[in-house]
């Protein structure tokens, strides 16, 4: 078993419509949770960052958190085009690095 | 604000040759982080520096890697007789050090050396 797992993809979601990515975790001492978006080519930029159980919200993003069930998703709303590119999610356990996940493919159809 | 800037940004080299990348990291960043990412995969954890202590290293960093910073500002990761498994994407990485959980943990990364070796 994977230390951070997500669907590889790729998620096709129209303009406009929601996408929703998920992750999950097999540390239950994870303790800080990230999302990064990397276009094809390029390095990771921060989305969004998470440590608490429940939603934080940015812009057209929402990340979701529940420690219980070791999981941590992504929803972009209102899906653009400029959206299209790879979702990775990022675990820090108790030590310093980040475990990331396989990351997954959005596509978003004009 | 400058970010973290790594050089070269390509690089191609014959099997058996070894290289060198270099890292400047953000300024103010005390912790300094090296990736390996190939196609398709997230990125690996190689390595990690505080100031120029290097204090965890992965398996994945065998003995033919090598990564130092010698006075606690940019890092150098060399690798010795590359092999063609050795192509991937060289990412650097780094944070602040504050210990307690928040935003101050954000790692962020340069624009990566890619590594063909032929």
């Known amino acids: 078993q994977k230390e951070v797992e997500q669907n590889s993809g790729p998620l096709s979601v129209p303009e406009g419509a929601i996408a929703s990515l998920n992750c999950t975790y097999s540390d239950r001492g994870s303790q800080s949770f990230f999302w990064y978006r990397q276009y094809s080519g390029k390095s990771p930029e921060l989305i969004m960052f998470i440590y608490s159980n429940g939603d934080k919200e940015d812009g057209r993003f929402t990340a979701q958190l529940n420690k219980a069930s070791q999981y941590v998703s992504l929803l972009i709303r209102d899906s653009q085009p400029s959206d299209s590119a790879t979702y990775l999610c990022a675990v820090k356990a108790a030590g310093n690095k980040l475990t990331f996940g396989g990351g997954t493919r959005v596509l978003v159809k004009p | 604000d400058t970010g973290v800037s790594q050089d070269p940004r390509h690089k191609i080299t014959k099997r058996g040759q070894n290289v060198t990348f270099r890292c400047d990291p953000i300024?103010?960043?005390?912790?300094l982080y090296w990736y390996r990412q190939t196609l398709g995969q997230g990125p690996e954890f190689l390595t990690y520096?505080?100031?120029?202590?290097?204090?965890?290293k992965s398996r994945l960093l065998s003995d033919r890697f090598s990564a130092e910073r010698p006075k606690g500002s940019f890092s150098t990761l060399e690798i010795q007789r590359t092999e063609q498994g050795d192509s991937a994407m060289y990412l650097c990485a780094s944070r602040r050090g504050d210990r307690v959980a928040g935003p101050q943990e954000t790692q962020y990364f340069g624009p990566g050396t890619r590594l063909l070796v032929l």
């Open positions: 300024s103010e960043h005390n912790r």
């Open positions: 520096f505080q100031n120029e202590a290097q204090l965890e």
